[in-house]
């Protein structure tokens, strides 16, 4: 079973708007990290938070971390048409063996 | 710098074939891993190796085999194709399993069998 579940599956919003999706996950992590997925490419890393952080940013990206709710969020700023693509979450488990495991994804449409 | 590269792009096999999909990265990376990727369930892991010679199963490895030769080849066969193989699949690498280093991506290979 996934580890992490993306929210919502889907999401359409106008390019400039704010877009942010969450990741509620089962187990006590090390870390979380979220990806990108462009259609038909592989992922790509966008950030890494920590269990002991709460929010981390990058660029307009914004992170935060909810460990007593085991939960995640992030937060796209002034969207753009290229930031059109599925994004993950993607935990280690504490105490597991520390391989990764992804969610579902979160499919983010930007209209222009 | 090419990174992770995957091939073939696509493919399609018939129920009972056989093929492989190879997999190369050219970061040093010692850890290296096969997934699968179908509509709604995410990322599942296939098989993964920490290093050279020590390969292991991950959440979905039945039909599957892998080895791992050199640290730079990681190449995942399917012994006898089956349908329910049919999907996405991305090959990744990062420096070592712990979940603070990242994971780059290969392009992936669509795989039909029919």
């Known amino acids: 079973s996934q580890q992490g579940e993306e929210d919502p599956q889907a999401l359409s919003i106008q390019e400039g708007e704010n877009a942010t999706m969450n990741c509620s996950y089962k187990t006590s992590i090390n870390n979380l990290q979220w990806y990108r997925q462009n259609s038909g490419r592989g992922l790509v890393h966008l950030i890494l938070?920590?269990?002991?952080?709460r929010e981390k940013h990058s660029g307009r990206l914004r992170v935060t971390l909810d460990t007593s709710k085991k939960s995640s969020s992030l937060l796209i700023t002034a969207s753009r048409a290229a930031d059109t693509a599925s994004y993950f979450c993607a935990t280690d488990v504490r105490f597991g063996n520390e391989k990764l495991t992804f969610g579902t994804g979160t499919r983010l449409t930007i209209i222009p | 710098n090419a990174g992770v590269t995957q091939t073939p792009k696509f493919q399609v096999l018939k129920t009972g074939q056989s093929m492989t999909l190879q997999c190369a990265q050219d970061?040093?990376?010692?850890?290296m891993s096969w997934y699968r990727q179908d509509p709604g369930m995410g990322l599942r892991l296939i098989h993964y190796?920490?290093?050279?010679?020590?390969?292991d199963q991950g959440e979905v490895p039945n039909g599957y085999n892998v080895s791992r030769s050199t640290t730079e080849d990681f190449p995942l066969r399917l012994l006898s194709a089956a349908p329910s193989q049919t999907s996405v699949y991305f090959c990744a690498s990062s420096s070592s399993i712990r979940g603070t280093d990242t994971q780059y991506f290969g392009p992936g290979t669509r795989l039909t069998v029919l």
């Open positions: 190796s920490v290093g050279a010679g020590i390969t």
């Open positions: 938070i920590r269990s002991n952080e």
């Open positions: 970061m040093n990376h010692e850890y």
